[in-house]
């Protein structure tokens, strides 16, 4: 994900507010974009992604976890674009974006991002990144001439009154294809209908091959420790490298990063002491920001390791709704919600979230995929040093060093 500046400049000029004879964005969309406002949007992506791993702790408990909070973020950043006033303003906190910065500047930085993502300006040829975002709205919904300008492609008007449910297959279609077959029925029967106004959709997929592949030879069923007197089997995969690794008393865990070939992104595993019941949640509550700048960083030391690592495949599907109020989205799902920089139209507002993420670990390496969709209604002793043994429930990300954004998370407790 390397990018060469002079060129990011050059891209950014491109990607001016095209003149209308509106104001979407702010009061003179046309002036000349903030030359370090790419710098600017990924800014406090790090701390939402850390409190929406805490929120959804929160609501499952005892449950493995698997989510995408870069296509949360993205979901609620398209969400903060066509929002005004006061939903704006709720959106702007909750995502953490930059107060010097206003919205045209957000918005060229966006514009940017999924310029140089869609291209492949950010790909080095070893892994594979893709991140989309679409607008859908309601034929019958007046918008005003700068957001069709503003948003071109992604944005596309539906006739849900008349076939709510080809607007449902035509969506799960294209996020289907966007994340590789990955994610399949975002929208169950019933999400959509003849009353749906607007769905706001992300979605991003992953593949990446491990830069020290686990050798499928050595992979067996293994004792993994749902708790201290509770076990089952599971496939383990072994390797013995070189690995960044530290124990962090300020976490109370074991860290590792693994890194994949490219070594833009890596894996990062947090494993608590084995014989701590509740040790999951206490690394949550000690993962602050700084503590998670900390680990990604530079504070992890290179070392040989022995790592055991579950092979797995999850998905999960989330409810986002009741988890983005907790952590204070507003009145983003109120029918008070304003809307107004898409339309003037007071028929709009969201009446729902939904996200689903898969992600597949093996010996080859990781493949992630998620979608986001907004919708509307009208041990107690540290384990030997050169050992890192997850047999035992531990927390993960999937981090981009380039951008500084945490693409992908979970908590892995127990194999299906």
């Known amino acids: 994900m390397k990018t060469i500046p002079v060129i990011l400049s050059a891209i950014f000029v491109t990607f001016s507010v095209r003149p209308s004879e509106q104001q979407c964005l702010t009061a003179n969309d046309q002036r000349v974009p903030s030359p370090t406002g790419h710098l600017g949007l990924y800014t406090g992506q790090q701390s939402f992604s850390l409190s929406l791993l805490q929120a959804i702790n929160q609501f499952n408990p005892h449950e493995n976890i698997f989510f995408s909070p870069y296509s949360t973020y993205h979901a609620l950043l398209m969400t903060y674009f066509i929002s005004a006033n006061q939903t704006e303003m709720y959106l702007k906190k909750t995502l953490k974006l930059s107060p010097t910065q206003d919205k045209a500047d957000i918005f060229n930085a966006y514009k940017l991002d999924e310029y140089t993502t869609r291209t492949g300006l950010i790909k080095n ?12 709205v309601a034929k019958d919904i007046p918008l005003r001439t700068c957001v069709l300008s503003l948003f071109g492609s992604e944005l596309i008007q539906f006739n849900f009154q008349e076939n709510p449910e080809a ?71 072994h390797v ?37 019941e509740d040790g999951i949640d206490t ?14 960083n530079g504070s992890l030391s290179p070392r040989q390791v022995q790592v055991s690592l579950p092979k797995f495949s999850l998905e999960h599907t989330i409810e986002l709704a009741p988890i983005l109020s907790k952590i204070g989205v507003g009145n983003v799902f109120d029918e008070a919600a304003d809307y107004s920089t898409l339309t003037k139209s007071k028929n709009v507002s969201l009446g729902g979230a939904l996200h689903k993420a898969r992600i597949e670990v093996s ?47 979970g908590v892995f407790r127990r194999p299906h």
């Open 363 to 409: 010996e080859e390496g990781t493949r992630a995929a998620a979608a986001t969709v907004l919708f509307t209604f009208r041990s107690s002793r540290p384990l030997e040093p050169a050992q890192f043994k997850c047999n035992h429930p531990f927390i993960y990300l999937i981090f981009d060093k380039t951008d500084q954004a945490v693409l992908f998370t």
């Open 283 to 296: 690394v949550l509550k000690k993962l602050t920001i700084d503590n998670f700048k900390e680990v990604v």
């Open 240 to 276: 013995e490298a070189t690995f960044n690794y530290d124990v962090s008393e300020n976490l109370m865990a074991h860290i590792l990063e693994l890194p994949y070939e490219g070594e833009d992104i890596s894996m990062y595993i947090l494993l608590p002491p084995f014989a701590k």
């Open 125 to 136: 040829g070893t892994y594979e990144f893709t991140n989309a975002n679409r607008i859908y």
């Open 167 to 237: 607007a449902r297959t035509s969506i799960n279609h294209w996020v289907e294809e966007k994340t590789h077959d990955m994610i399949k029925n975002l929208l169950p029967p019933g999400t959509i209908d003849e009353k749906t106004s607007l769905v706001l959709v992300n979605a991003a997929y992953f593949k990446g091959k491990w830069e020290n592949k686990f050798n499928p030879e050595e992979t067996k069923p293994e004792v993994f420790y749902i708790s201290p007197s509770k076990q089952t089997i599971v496939d383990m995969m």
